[in-house]
């Protein structure tokens, strides 16, 4: 609303009036023209990050099964924690399998709860 | 209600051959008895457990394959857990998983024809959204 003002009193204060300068020059550090250009911040990314795609959606692995434990031991950190997907990119689907694949496999003792003893 | 699980468990691992056979053998007759069925038995081997059991750091894995109702799975836990060279065991249900993998498999090997030639794929497709 403001803006509008503004625009349609730079004319008539061009045109040479007396009352419109008076308005004009408490607004103009109003009007902004880089606002839409939208680009203060233009760091971010400061190096390439390779896109993480799922092994399992990428193998085609169907089963994930407790007993595979060369498999399940990728996604299980050193200290027994299972990995987050923000860190190996396996997608949430396959996630929440291997998930319940290595809980079955620590019930059984061929995974650790916590690191090795 | 016929399902099919996978029944693991954890002999110890001192053992005899023999005394192993005989309890693989009396479980498997256990099975038969409580209704259900034995579709195989797989002895893993000895393997490094991932922690102590048991004071026990090493231990006999046996995989039971068997096919009956919760009321077998239930009566065969019970037998496991008064067996004294069992040490640990666990039942993981398999039918619902082997369901949705040959699901998988039915849908990929469809895919596979459409993929050798493009035009069927596309008509597929096409009918798809009509039939749903």
Redesign the interface.
């Known amino acids: 609303m403001a803006e509008e003002t503004t625009r349609t009193t730079a004319p008539a204060g061009a045109d040479g009036g007396g009352e419109p300068p008076a308005a004009h020059p408490t607004v103009t550090p109003g009007p902004r023209p880089p606002r839409p250009a939208r680009g203060p911040r233009e760091g971010g990314r400061k190096y390439f990050r390779r896109k993480k795609v799922c092994k399992f959606c990428v193998e085609k692995i169907d089963s994930i099964n407790y007993k595979d434990v060369r498999l399940l031991a990728q996604f299980v950190a050193e200290s027994g924690k299972i990995v987050p997907r923000r860190l190996t990119g396996v997608c949430t689907p396959h996630q929440r399998r291997l998930s319940t694949a290595i809980k079955q496999a620590r019930n059984i003792a061929l995974l650790p709860f916590a690191g090795r003893a | 209600m016929q399902r099919s699980y996978e029944l693991?468990f954890?002999v110890r691992p001192d053992m005899a051959d023999e005394d192993l056979d005989r309890l693989i053998s009396t479980l498997e007759s256990q099975v038969a008895t409580a209704g259900g069925t034995v579709k195989s038995v797989d002895r893993m081997g000895k393997?490094r457990?991932?922690?102590?059991?048991r004071r026990f750091q090493d231990?006999v894995y046996i995989?039971f394959t068997i096919e009956g109702s919760g009321a077998v799975v239930r009566e065969l836990e019970r037998r496991l857990r008064v067996t004294e060279p069992v040490i640990?065991?666990?039942t993981?249900r398999v039918d619902e998983?082997q369901k949705r993998?040959a699901k998988?498999?039915a849908i990929r090997e469809s895919r596979a024809p459409g993929k050798a030639a493009p035009p069927a794929e596309m008509a597929e497709t096409g009918t798809a959204p009509a039939t749903a």
Do not use: T
């Open positions: 693991m954890i393997r457990l991932a922690y102590m059991v231990g995989l640990k065991f666990m993981v998983e993998q998988i498999k």
